[in-house]
DNA sequence: ATGCCAGTTGTAAACGTTCACATTTGTCAA
DNA sequence: TTGACAAATGTGAACGTTTACAACTGGCAT
């Protein structure tokens, strides 16, 4: 059917190991024989066959990605960055978006355990630090965008408690003194870390820590709107509210303008991410940028180097990525 | 390093062949062979590598989408919707998203040829008929949201032309009299024949066409703003637009609301594709749905059933999926 | 002449499967 | 006892590569 490496052998009269070193650019082959292997290609159409080329060398070039399912605008600015940088080394990027139950999760797995890819990039997992820990001993393995306390896995994230209290002294320094908080429960790593920042920024302001200004929920669009309504109903609201992803803002926003407030000017909502739809929004929402070009190139760049390396001189520590302040239409100054 | 099947034959006291029957679920073996082989898997944790049977198999499972660079949220949906039936198929899918140029799309088509892949959904393209005719010849190929004229190759969309007819036409009936257009030019062809259905509809409706109310430009986020600009300082703008995508749309009301002018009351703008956005902006906008899981299911599954058949027992319609009017805040109806 | 080296090429064995075919075993009828 | 047949199993050749190793060339010093 397909034309092979032999085919090109017959034609260029030459044996398939030269061929085959012609095609990987090995030394010590004859200019003679490049030109006419080259020929030989060309006159053919021959495309090597990465199923046998991979069989024989142990590894495929690809990667997999395992997004959680959740919000995927996201997640597809890191993966882009990956791809960017994988597509230089000559990898391809599989992605897959599991469900939050994890089975889906599980399912793609296996591909690391077929072979069907050298190495997972995790942008969130619902395996435990000790699962993980097991399985990065036999595989290449790297988390990004949320970590997993107590797993010595290739990880790299920005620094959510420290990003959230920048996020919330800067809304102090707009003179807001209520601020509320909407995210998700402990549960996430990274909601509760931005949940230890905005508390350090608060409590450092020497400002009130009230229990009822803080409503934990999950990721879910909806419980952005949720939350909302749960702070703005007190008989003492906020003037301003952090959320722990842009997402939950956005949802924030909506709910408040059900309700009659203007957002932007009654009430500031800031969010986290930064994902395309802030500036889309009406108002503009204030964010947290990650910098998901960053995170994914460097995660896939690290990775990567630690193809090949035994166990031991694998890259595994924590990679931490600057974040930055967003200002835009949905926060403003309290005016007294 | 890793376990083969010839080592769960050793374990299973059993030859090769016989493992793998027992793996493809083959007639003809003992219960006590299935046992034995079952056994000595869960014992070795043993799992077949996938290039060795791919290539004997000269199959790979799995199959790519390309998706051009311009709007992930969209295709991302597709792509879910392709996801969750090929999975169910036991194909898993690579996604890759070409620029514009179609430099990366070459580049990404030679999986086909490789044999890295099984087969191709493009959902855009930047080849020409001639060339899709061709391919489709020697591999399996499909096109999704966007058709090539003249392409014979396995395509399924909406009926883009009927679907802007039905949207002007909905404007129409809520008292529109002056509407808008603001979309890609011509060389694109979902964009040509939208708005063909947009004329259709404001001729059969005896409106006055007018090229100044036609904005032609690109599917850039960017000119959904400038097009509303154009538009809205003509001498005697109209009072409500079509707009030939979400982004498109989005873009323009963030155009409006720049100039003052209130989407949703004095001015009705409407999108098309019905992305996740459209229900969380302010306004939340009216548009078009594309059935964007029906898209991904259809074109995956009669991909799917082309595969292995020779060429002229392959599918290579067009199929139409039905798209429907969603009514939001962003279109309200003409008060007099 | 002989040996040795470097440069180039070919041969054949892997890689981990599947599958056509051959072989073994057991059962039952003649 | 033999033969025939079915069921279960094994053997070995593919699939398309890469690569260790062997083999063949000249050229050049001995």
């Known amino acids: ?43 053919l159409g021959y495309s090597p066959n990465f199923l046998g080329r991979n069989l024989r060398k142990r590894e495929t070039n690809v990667i997999l990605v395992i997004m959680p399912s959740s919000e995927h605008t996201f997640y597809m600015k890191i993966v882009a960055g990956i791809q960017k940088y994988a597509q230089q080394q000559g990898y391809d990027i599989i992605c897959a978006s599991s469900n939050s139950t994890g089975e889906i999760e599980v399912r793609q797995m296996n591909m690391l355990f077929n072979r069907t890819v050298d190495g997972v990039i995790l942008l969130g997992t619902s395996y435990q630090a000790e699962t993980l820990n097991k399985l990065s001993q036999h595989y290449d393995i790297a988390l990004c965008c949320e970590g997993v306390e107590g797993a010595n896995v290739l990880t790299v994230v920005v620094d959510d408690e420290l990003a959230a209290y920048d996020a919330v002294k800067a809304l102090i320094g707009l003179g807001h003194k209520k601020i509320g908080f ?4 402990d549960t996430a790593a990274s909601s509760r870390r931005r949940r230890k920042g905005y508390l350090r920024a608060i409590a450092e302001a020497g400002l009130e820590i009230r229990a009822d200004y803080m409503s934990l929920g999950t990721f879910e669009y909806e419980h952005g709107a949720a939350g909302l309504e749960e702070l703005m109903t007190l008989a003492d609201p906020p003037t301003a509210i952090f959320c722990v992803s842009d997402l939950l803002a956005i949802s924030a926003i909506h709910k408040a303008d059900e309700m009659g407030i203007t957002v932007g000017k009654e009430l500031s909502v800031m969010g986290f991410d930064n994902i395309t739809m802030c500036e889309m929004m009406l108002p503009t929402v204030s964010t947290v940028e990650q910098p998901c070009s960053v995170l994914g190139e460097t995660v896939v760049k690290k990775l990567i180097s630690n193809f090949g390396k035994p166990g031991e001189e694998k890259e595994n520590g924590i990679f931490i990525v600057p974040h930055k302040i967003i200002m835009r239409d949905s926060v403003r100054p309290l005016d007294k």
């Open 182 to 185: 909407i995210g998700a429960n």
């Open 1 to 43: 059917m397909s034309v092979t490496i032999k085919d090109v052998a017959k034609e260029a009269d030459l044996s398939v190991a030269t061929v085959s070193r012609v095609l990987n650019h090995s030394a010590n082959v004859s200019e003679e024989a490049v030109g006419k292997v080259n020929i030989a290609i060309a006159k």
